[in-house]
């Protein structure tokens, strides 16, 4: 695939430096569990959360269809992350927004997004990696990437290195990558 074509192409070709089969990675946001089903082949363990029950039956079912067993799924806010993980994850993945083809009112909030993305950065393992995407095209989604960006450019730069992907030829506001990665403890 080509990764510069598909944002979320892009988002994964970095977790796949990360991969580790023996680790563990978080899905914060499972909507059609595509990154879910891409996490499970690639790590021992998976959580994935959704806030819409129809998003983790969808998810569900595309894991029961490809037959994978090591995805448990949490129909909860990824905000209390840390109240069903016990594992440091290696790679924890925001896949940000709304629903496509869903309900575009449910989306995600930035109040609870920087709440679980500090949930995230602390558990998440040393050398671990952060993955988020943001689409900035719609009016909620551009105030949220404002308010993720301050936050990632507030982090200790001695711990975390923050980087951003900037498709500059592509109109409209396009989606955004944002990696982090922690390179000790706070
Ligand atoms: C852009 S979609 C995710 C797409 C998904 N990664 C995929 O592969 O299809 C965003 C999802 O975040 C979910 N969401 C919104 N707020 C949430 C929250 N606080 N906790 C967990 N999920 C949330 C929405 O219900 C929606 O399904």
């Not at 129909?75 to 016990?86: E, L, N, P, Q, V």
């Not at 993305?117 to 558990?123: C, G, P, R, V, Y």
Request: charged residues 25%.
């Amino acid at each position: 695939m080509n990764v510069l074509k598909n944002t979320t192409a892009l988002a994964l070709a970095m977790c796949l430096q990360y991969a580790e089969p023996e680790g563990t990675a978080v899905d914060a946001t499972c909507g059609n569990g595509h990154d879910t089903l891409w996490l499970s082949e690639h790590f021992a363990k998976v959580y994935g959360f959704d806030i819409q029950k129809s998003a983790i039956e969808t998810t569900q079912a595309r894991l029961d269809e490809a037959g994978i067993e090591n995805v448990q799924l949490i129909h909860d806010s990824h905000a209390k992350m840390a109240d069903y993980i016990t594992e440091r994850p290696r790679v924890i993945v925001f896949n940000l927004g709304y629903l496509p083809g869903g309900d575009k009112s449910i989306s995600t909030e930035s109040g609870s997004t920087l709440e679980a993305l500090a949930a995230a950065l602390k558990m998440l393992e040393v050398d671990g990696l952060l993955c988020i995407t943001m689409y900035q095209g719609h009016c909620e989604g551009y105030l949220e990437r404002l308010k993720v960006l301050d936050w990632a450019k507030s982090l200790d730069k001695g711990l975390y290195h923050c980087i951003r992907t900037d498709m500059v030829n592509q109109p409209n506001r396009p989606p955004e990558v944002l990696w982090i990665t922690k390179k000790k403890e706070a």
